[in-house]
Every structure is written in structure tokens, then in C-alpha cells.
Nanobody, 119 residues
Framework: QVQLVESGGGLVQAGGSLRLSCATSGRTFSPYAMGWFRQAPGKEREFVARISRSSGGTLYADSVKGRFTISRDSAKNTVLLQMNSLKPEDTARYYC????????????WGQGTQVTVSS
């Protein structure tokens, strides 16, 4: 059973920074890609960032490009999301997700961690 556990959320003022972490546990797990998503109250869940295991290639939503950085620590089976220059509109619950193999989509999801940015 694969589990994803997010941490690092909290309350921060606009312009501040937070670093989210997603740890994988359970059976030996090397997903094709890992991603971060977020969902604000009353809104649909939206894509934030993605990183490929093999190439390390990254992809970002336009709304976070230049402010957020996704990275991985393969030895620790951890994916990080460094969030800088945070804005009130970044307030949401952030979820980590894993795509186990190419084309399968995000099959595994964490429970999320809350990020609140005050103005």
C-alpha cells in the first residue's frame, strides 16, 4: 500500500515563503512522476507543479511559474515544493499526487496540507 504524506503547510504573510514536503511510504515505490495540486474553498482542484522521476523535468502552472519550485530527494522518497513570494490567492489545501507509470494518471493522493496566506 502506497501512502503519501504532506507536511509544511501553515499561515504566512503575503510575500513570505513556505516549503511543502511529500513523503512516500509503503512498498518500494518509484513513480513515473509526482505532482502538486491545490484546492481553494469553493473551487475545483487545480494543477500546480509536476516533476518527472527519470528526467527530472518540471512543469508549472502559469500562476506559480517563477515563484514555486518543485524538486525531489530520491534517496528519501520525498518531493518538495518551495513556495516563494506567496500571495493571498495561493491560499488553498495543497495535495501531493503520484503517477505510478506513464499514461496512468495520478493514482495516489495524500490528504493535503493547508496553506493560508494573509494580506
Amino acid at each position: 500500500q502506497v501512502q503519501l504524506v504532506e507536511s509544511g503547510g501553515g499561515l504566512v504573510q503575503a510575500g513570505g515563503s513556505l516549503r511543502l514536503s511529500c513523503a512516500t511510504s509503503g512498498r518500494t515505490f518509484s513513480p513515473y512522476a509526482m505532482g502538486w495540486f491545490r484546492q481553494a474553498p469553493g473551487k475545483e482542484r487545480e494543477f500546480v507543479a509536476r516533476i518527472s522521476r527519470s528526467s527530472g523535468g518540471t512543469l508549472y502552472a502559469d500562476s506559480v511559474k517563477g515563484r514555486f519550485t518543485i524538486s525531489r530527494d530520491s534517496a528519501k522518497n520525498t518531493v518538495l515544493l518551495q513556495m516563494n513570494s506567496l500571495k493571498p490567492e495561493d491560499t488553498a489545501r495543497y495535495y501531493c499526487a503520484a503517477e505510478p507509470n506513464y499514461g496512468l494518471g495520478y493514482k495516489y493522493w495524500g490528504q493535503g496540507t493547508q496553506v493560508t496566506v494573509s494580506s
